[in-house]
Every structure is written in structure tokens, then in C-alpha cells.
Antibody, heavy 119, light 107 residues
Framework: EVQVVESGGGLVQPGGSLRLSCEAS????????MGWVRQAPGKGPEWVSI????????YYADSVKGRSTISRDNSRNTLYLEMNSLRAEDTAVYYC????????????WGQGTLVTVSS | EILMTQSPATLSVSPGERATLSCRAS??????LAWYQQKLGQAPRLLIY???TRATGLPARFSGSGSGTDFTLTISSLQSEDFAFYYC?????????FGQGTKVEIK
């Protein structure tokens, strides 16, 4: 069974930093691009970042570009998202996302981890 | 960035009836359009991608159509478990973008 499990969310002050992790199992992690999708309260989801299967290519939404770094450790089947200079508008549930083949869609989601940016 | 607009915001439907949800892109996304279902407190679930391809295990009552800028998700006969939020997402160009959602509620 495919599983992705996020961790690392929590309450952080504006301007602070956070690193999210996602442990994957049940599929060949090295074969798939992975990403992060977030959803602010009462809003639609938003793609934040995606990384290729090898880790050689990364893409970011403009809203986080320059403040975030996506990475992966294929030896540990783990995906990361490091976020800096956090703002109130970064408050959201962050989902780890497994990309479906070559399509830019998510066929497996984690349960999400809540990031709250507040003083 | 491609803007995705869904209508209506809320759709009230009786069980057993047909539901038709719309999604419009601000520019052509070819057939690169997906639909997700989300229930309260849960992660979204992929229903349809490439405009009309059903995700594995999706019941046949769900169908997607359209190309270019205008797309439709049809649920032919609503079951109790189908009352939820539905989001469209273009996967034609990065950043892949979602619509604001349609809530399908019991009439």
C-alpha cells in the first residue's frame, strides 16, 4: 500500500523557519517526482514545489520562491521542504504529494501537517 | 499563472440526481485538466486527469469532459458519499493551479 507520512509542522513565529519531512513507502520512491501542496483554511489547494525523481530538477510557486528549498533523500525514501522567512500567509496544511507518472497531478496524498505562522 | 474558475460555488442536488460542475481556465490548458474530491478533514482524492481519464477504481458515474478552456465534471447519479468539495486543477504548465472549488451539498 502506498503511504506518504508528513511531519514537522507546528507553530512558528513570523520570520521563522521550519523543515517538513515526508516518509514514503509502498512504492519505488526513486521512480517518482514528489512535491508539496498546501491548503490554507477555507481555500483551494496550492502547489508549492515539486522535485524530479532524481532530485536534479526543482520548481517552486512564486509565493515561496527564494524562501523555500525542496530536497529528497532517495536512500531514505524521504522528501523535505525547508521554509524560511515564514509569513502569516504561509499558514496552511501542507501535504506531501506523489506525482502520477508524467502528469502534474497527485495520485497519493499524505494526511497533511499543519503549519501555523503567528506571534 | 493560469487562473482556474469553478462554477457554481455551491451546488444543491438530491441523491440520485445528476450533478454538473464547471471549470474554466484563463488560457488554454489543452486536455491537461484534473478533478479532485475532498471531504472535510481529509486530503483531496484524485478523480480524473487528462480531462477524461478516470483514476484507478473510480466509479463509472464520474466522468470528465472538455478541452482548451472549458471543462465539466459530471456525476450521473449522486450517492451519499459524493457530497463533498470538488476542485479542478490544470496540469498543463507550471505552476499547476487549482480552482477555488465547488461544494456539492444535499438538497
Amino acid at each position: 500500500e502506498v503511504q506518504v507520512v508528513e511531519s514537522g509542522g507546528g507553530l512558528v513565529q513570523p520570520g521563522g523557519s521550519l523543515r517538513l519531512s515526508c516518509e514514503a513507502s509502498g512504492f519505488t520512491f526513486t521512480n517518482y517526482a514528489m512535491g508539496w501542496v498546501r491548503q490554507a483554511p477555507g481555500k483551494g489547494p496550492e502547489w508549492v514545489s515539486i522535485i524530479s525523481s532524481s532530485g536534479g530538477s526543482t520548481y517552486y510557486a512564486d509565493s515561496v520562491k527564494g524562501r523555500s528549498t525542496i530536497s529528497r533523500d532517495n536512500s531514505r525514501n524521504t522528501l523535505y521542504l525547508e521554509m524560511n522567512s515564514l509569513r502569516a500567509e504561509d499558514t496552511a496544511v501542507y501535504y506531501c504529494a506523489k506525482r502520477h507518472g508524467d502528469h502534474g497531478v497527485v495520485d497519493n496524498w499524505g494526511q497533511g501537517t499543519l503549519v501555523t505562522v503567528s506571534s | 499563472e493560469i487562473l482556474m474558475t469553478q462554477s457554481p460555488a455551491t451546488l444543491s442536488v438530491s441523491p440520485g440526481e445528476r450533478a454538473t460542475l464547471s471549470c474554466r481556465a484563463s488560457q488554454s490548458v489543452s486536455s491537461n485538466l484534473a478533478w479532485y474530491q475532498q471531504k472535510l478533514g481529509q486530503a483531496p482524492r484524485l478523480l480524473i486527469y487528462a480531462a477524461s481519464t478516470r483514476a484507478t477504481g473510480l466509479p463509472a458515474r464520474f466522468s470528465g469532459s472538455g478541452s482548451g478552456t472549458d471543462f465539466t465534471l459530471t456525476i450521473s447519479s449522486l450517492q451519499s458519499e459524493d457530497f463533498a468539495f470538488y476542485y479542478c486543477q490544470q496540469h498543463n504548465e507550471w505552476p499547476w493551479t487549482f480552482g477555488q472549488g465547488t461544494k456539492v451539498e444535499i438538497k
